[in-house]
C-alpha cells in the first residue's frame, strides 16, 4: 500500500496550463484504467473531479482532463482560474486496496 | 441529491474505542460499496476502509486491520466505523464516502468528522 507519487507543488498564471503527474507502478496505476483526481479546497471535503483516467463527473469543467501513460497518470488543468487553485490528489484501484497520491499544492499566480 | 452526514468524533485518550455513524441519503443506499477515507491535520488523504453494497466482504488498510472494523446497516442507510485502541496517529478527520462504481471512484464525500486522540 505504496502512497503514489505526486509533486508537492505547481503553479501558472491565469489563462495558462498546467500538468500535474502521480507516478504508481504495475500494481496500481499502471494496471488499471481506474485513476481519479480528487480536489480539495481549504477545510472543504474532497471533490471527484476525474474518474476512469479520463472521464469527468457531470459538472465539471472540460478544462480539466486526465490521461495516462505506463505507470505515471496526468492532470491536466487547461485556462487556470483563481478558483482552481486548491490541492489536488490523485488515487488508483488495487486490488482490495485504494491508494492516494500524497497531494499537489495548485497555486494560481 | 447525495447527502452523507458524519458524526460521533470527538476527542478520546490512547487505548479508548470510538464508533463513527455515517447518516446516508438521496440515493439507494443498499446499491453502492462504501468507504472511509481520513485525513490528518495539514496531512494528505488516507484511505481506511472499504465494505461492499451488501455488506458481504470487507477490506482495510494495513494501519487499521486488526483494529477497525466498518459495517452498514442498509434498513437505517447508515454506515459505521468501530475503532478500537486508538493511537494519536489516527487523530484525522474521518470522511464517508460513497463508491460509484468502476474502480472505487469516490463519487460524494460527506464533510467529515473530527477524531482527536489526545491523553
Known amino acids: 500500500q505504496s502512497a503514489l507519487t505526486q509533486p508537492p507543488s505547481a503553479s501558472g498564471s491565469p489563462g495558462q496550463s498546467v500538468t500535474i503527474s502521480c507516478t504508481g507502478t504495475?500494481?496500481?496505476?499502471?494496471?488499471?484504467?481506474?485513476v481519479s483526481w480528487y480536489q480539495q479546497h481549504p477545510g472543504k471535503a474532497p471533490k471527484l473531479m476525474i474518474y476512469e483516467v479520463t472521464k469527468r463527473p457531470s459538472g465539471v469543467p472540460d478544462r480539466f482532463s486526465g490521461s495516462k501513460s505506463g505507470n505515471t497518470a496526468s492532470l491536466t488543468v487547461s485556462g487556470l482560474q483563481a478558483e482552481d487553485e486548491a490541492d489536488y490528489y490523485c488515487s488508483s484501484y488495487a486490488v482490495n486496496d485504494v491508494v492516494f497520491g500524497g497531494g499537489t499544492k495548485l497555486t494560481v499566480l | 441529491q447525495v447527502q452523507l452526514v458524519e458524526s460521533g468524533g470527538g476527542v478520546v485518550q490512547p487505548g479508548r474505542s470510538l464508533r463513527l455513524s455515517c447518516a446516508a441519503s438521496?440515493?439507494?443506499?443498499?446499491?453502492?460499496?462504501m468507504h472511509w477515507v481520513r485525513q490528518a491535520p495539514g496531512k494528505g488523504l488516507e484511505w481506511v476502509a472499504l465494505?461492499?453494497?451488501?455488506?458481504?466482504?470487507?477490506h482495510y488498510a494495513d494501519s487499521v486491520k486488526g483494529r477497525f472494523t466498518i459495517s452498514r446497516d442498509n434498513s437505517r442507510t447508515t454506515l459505521y466505523l468501530q475503532m478500537k485502541t486508538l493511537q494519536a496517529e489516527d487523530t484525522a478527520v474521518y470522511y464517508c464516502?460513497?463508491?460509484?462504481?468502476?474502480?472505487?471512484?469516490?463519487?460524494?464525500w460527506g464533510q467529515g468528522t473530527l477524531v482527536t486522540v489526545s491523553s
Open positions: 438521496g440515493f439507494t443506499f443498499s446499491n453502492y460499496g
Open positions: 504495475s500494481s496500481d496505476v499502471g494496471g488499471y484504467n481506474y
Open positions: 465494505i461492499w453494497f451488501d455488506g458481504s466482504n470487507e
Open positions: 464516502v460513497r463508491d460509484g462504481g468502476s474502480g472505487y471512484r469516490l463519487d460524494h
